[in-house]
């Protein structure tokens, strides 16, 4: 057998000659047949694959250098050689092991599933060819990141164990040691600031007191950050020239301690003469001095020049210049010391036109139901805030978790983009049959049939069942966002309720309602909606003996005892929230104004006023402000409010620490809370961020202070009769329960008579 060319791949590939100097002659020939030598896992078929030779073909030098090369470049081998049998071609090749397993043990400061996958992506992973080669670069690399974290003391090493049929286990074994931590920083040539100053702002800290301390240990990429950190830190406050000309990072010998010396330059004060603006500017430049928040005379800040030039861009992309770029640029005033025109460079891009709006993740909610939402139209010019003003009414709707929005540039274009809007749903329909609590109705067993996505179209459908200590009610409604194209949104609703709850505080009769509703939402602008509707509902009352008051004998004596009400219910609400459920910015404004036609039995009317107020705050805190006004009256002859219309406060929707719908004006002779035609309450609650909840979508805390009353007459109104309290609550919105409220509150200005209940609680529905 005769060898005609070998590859180990660092040695250069040779066609070697025949063995004896009389076999030159056959160092050509024609191919009668090819075998392949040396297989364990593969098959033939795979070698030929990658041989660019077959019967018939003529070897000669540089066919045999080629196929060598061909062969060995398929990364399946370690050796390849070529031989002649004969008029046969036999290609012997050496298999490269097969990993049959690979781990990486004691990696607990950096690893994790990023790290696996990137070990994935280069090749070292189950069933993988092996490759000492990426072994050996993926130790020098690992051990390179614990060095830039702190971990000089880290030893890595590899294991590789030969396992039968060609087979390796690896194994890289990691002890990573103690992390070095920060001994000193030392700050040099600074004079404006002192060195505590400085250091104040940086993430990285000397070693302290303070158990746990993390922020000692050293971070190649923190220090990086740092140093931009410092650089900002001068450059906003006119430091134009500042730089930092040296950074030292030390390793004591024991490899413990980190002694960090920076070297700056601080530069002088610089202030801005004026602005201007160059390029492409497309908007007219009055409108772009409105964006910019800098005057001549004020001192430079780069912080401010970075938020003008964001505002620009923001600009420009509202009107279809999606990838516009402003960039600021100090320029110096020619005859004048320490002062800079600061030019804005306007690079509009091209008009960006949207192609194509898609959805992802909707898996039950059909497109047209979210796309009826959209403010970003295909085709037309993209906008920036139009987009993200879609996000957030598709982030409203109550069958959507979250929404996340991605603005894709279409491939071969410059000119048009993608919009892609992916969801994540919740689950929209719900059966439930439970039992609950309630700090004003007891304990409670319902059942319901919900679904706020029937068929994918956002209509919602619902049916409750309740049964309680004191009522019984049963409802149905259906609810259509957009019965019509222009967004006019429908709900029909039917209910019957028994109750005798009012017995529980006060007044001693029970009711029966039967009644209905029709209402219809029409959207007068982005954040505006009108309500228009009416209403039927039939009440009977019933008075109990030695227990029903005198007021509401007196009411009976001259109404009756059923009464026959058609409504004509009217409203107005602004509604700029982010969410309808734990929401973190943005207000509601809503008021209502229902009235009891003529006709009716009785005639009264009912107006409430509801605000809500959310302000986010440094630190993922939110301010939250609640408040609430209603007031209910007789008009024509009539001079008694029915007394299951009045007002009522106290307990976890009013006034926390008070027990529920105790407070306001009392009948006689009972002494019990009769409720009145005002009532006026608020809720300031300060949002703690809980540092294992993330998002904020499931779980809130907060400190609260709340006041309020009911009065029997608004002329009674004295502020010095507002009942106040303070306190800490809780929420979590639970998968069957619906929203659970615990609050603990401290009444602050409670009066003898009345009632208070520090901890309350409230669950069984949601909102």
Not at 9 to 16: D, E, I, Q
Not at 494 to 515: A, E
Not at 557 to 563: C, D, L, P, V
Not at 709 to 718: I, L, T
Request: with cysteine.
């Amino acid at each position: 057998m005769i060898r005609f060319a070998t590859a180990g791949w660092r040695a250069a590939v040779l066609l070697l000659v025949l063995c004896c100097a009389t076999a030159t002659a056959a160092e050509r020939f024609i191919i009668d047949d090819i075998r392949v030598e040396g297989l364990s896992r593969l098959e033939e078929g795979t070698v030929l694959s990658y041989l660019p030779l077959v019967v018939g073909d003529e070897l000669n030098e540089q066919t045999a250098q080629q196929s060598i090369r061909s062969v060995y470049d398929s990364g399946l081998f370690a050796d390849v050689q070529l031989l002649r049998d004969g008029g046969a071609l036999v290609v012997r090749v050496t298999e490269r092991p097969q990993i049959a397993s690979f781990e990486i043990e004691g990696n607990e400061k950096i690893g994790g599933d990023e790290l696996m996958e990137s070990m994935r992506s280069l090749g070292l992973s189950e069933g993988e060819v092996f490759k000492q080669s990426i072994l050996d670069q993926v130790s020098l690399e690992l051990r390179r990141q614990y060095f830039a974290n702190g971990f000089y003391d880290v030893d890595i090493e590899s294991v590789v164990d030969e396992l039968p049929n060609n087979r390796v286990g690896i194994r890289i074994d990691v002890v990573e040691g103690e992390s070095a931590t920060i001994k000193s920083i030392n700050i040099v040539g600074n004079e404006v600031f002192d060195d505590d100053t400085l250091r104040d702002e940086l993430k990285l800290q000397e070693t302290n007191w303070m158990p746990f301390q993390r922020s000692d240990q050293y971070s190649k990429q923190q220090l990086g950050g740092d140093l931009e950190t410092l650089t900002s830190y001068y450059q906003d406050r006119g430091y134009l020239r500042f730089t930092i000309e040296d950074v030292q990072v030390q390793l004591s010998p024991d490899k413990r301690d980190i002694y960090v010396t920076i070297t700056v330059d601080e530069g002088e004060v610089y202030s801005v003469a004026g602005t201007r603006f160059t390029g492409e500017t497309v908007l007219n430049e009055q409108f772009l001095n409105a964006m910019v928040t800098t005057e001549a005379g004020d001192t430079f800040s780069r912080r401010l020049a970075t938020e003008s030039s964001d505002r620009i861009e923001a600009a420009l992309a509202n009107v279809g210049f999606a990838f516009a770029e402003v960039q600021p640029v100090p320029e110096p005033v020619e005859g004048e010391d320490r002062k800079i025109t600061i030019n804005y460079v306007v690079d509009p891009k091209k008009r960006t036109y949207v192609r194509q709006i898609r959805f992802r993740g909707n898996t039950g909610t059909n497109d047209e139901t979210l796309r009826r939402e959209l403010r970003q139209l295909e085709a037309a010019p993209f906008s920036q805030s139009a987009v993200e003003r879609s996000r957030v009414r598709i982030d409203r709707l109550s069958f959507i978790e979250s929404t996340e929005v991605d603005t894709q540039p279409v491939p071969g274009t410059d000119d048009l983009v993608d919009v892609v809007f992916t969801v994540k749903e919740r689950p929209p329909g719900s059966v439930q049959v439970g039992v609950g609590f309630s700090g004003a109705d007891g304990f409670l067993v319902s059942g319901s049939v919900t679904h706020a996505n029937f068929l994918g179209t956002g209509n919602r459908v619902s049916v409750n069942l309740e049964n309680n200590t004191f009522s019984q009610q049963v409802s149905l409604s259906w609810s259509d966002p957009y019965f019509t194209e222009d967004g006019i949104s429908q709900t029909i609703s039917g209910y019957f309720r028994k109750s005798d709850r009012i017995i529980r505080f006060s007044s001693g009769f029970s009711s029966n309602v039967l009644g209905g509703d029709l209402t219809y939402g029409i959207p007068i602008s982005e954040y505006s909606t009108l309500r228009a509707g009416v209403g039927v509902s039939e009440t009977s009352i019933e008075t109990f003996a030695g227990q029903t008051s005198d007021e509401v004998i007196d009411f009976v004596s001259e109404n009756g005892k059923r009464f026959t009400a058609w409504q004509l219910r009217t409203g107005i609400a602004r509604d700029t929230r982010n969410r309808t459920i734990f929401v973190t910015r943005g207000n509601l404004i809503r008021l209502n104004a229902d009235i009891v036609l003529p006709g009716s039995d009785l005639r009264y009317f009912s107006t409430s006023l509801t605000t809500q107020h959310h302000l986010p705050l440094l630190f993922g805190f939110i301010a939250q402000i609640n408040t609430s006004v209603g007031y209910v009256d007789t008009y024509g002859n009539e001079d008694t409010v029915p007394p299951y219309e009045n007002y009522f406060a106290g307990g976890t929707r009013t006034v926390r620490g008070y027990r529920d719908g105790t407070l306001g004006p009392r009948d006689t002779p009972f002494d019990n809370p009769f409720g009145g035609k005002l009532r006026t309450t608020s809720q300031t609650e300060l949002i703690v961020p809980l540092p294992f909840e993330a998002d904020g979508q499931s779980t809130r805390f907060s400190l609260f202070f709340d006041i309020g009353n009911v009065f029997e007459e608004p002329g009674d109104f004295e502020a010095n009769e507002l009942r106040q309290s303070a306190g800490v609550a809780f929420r979590w919105f639970t998968p069957f329960l619906g929203i659970l409220n615990l609050s603990y509150g401290f009444p602050l200005n409670d009066e003898p008579g009345d009632e208070t209940d520090r901890f309350q609680i409230n669950f069984g529905t949601g909102f």
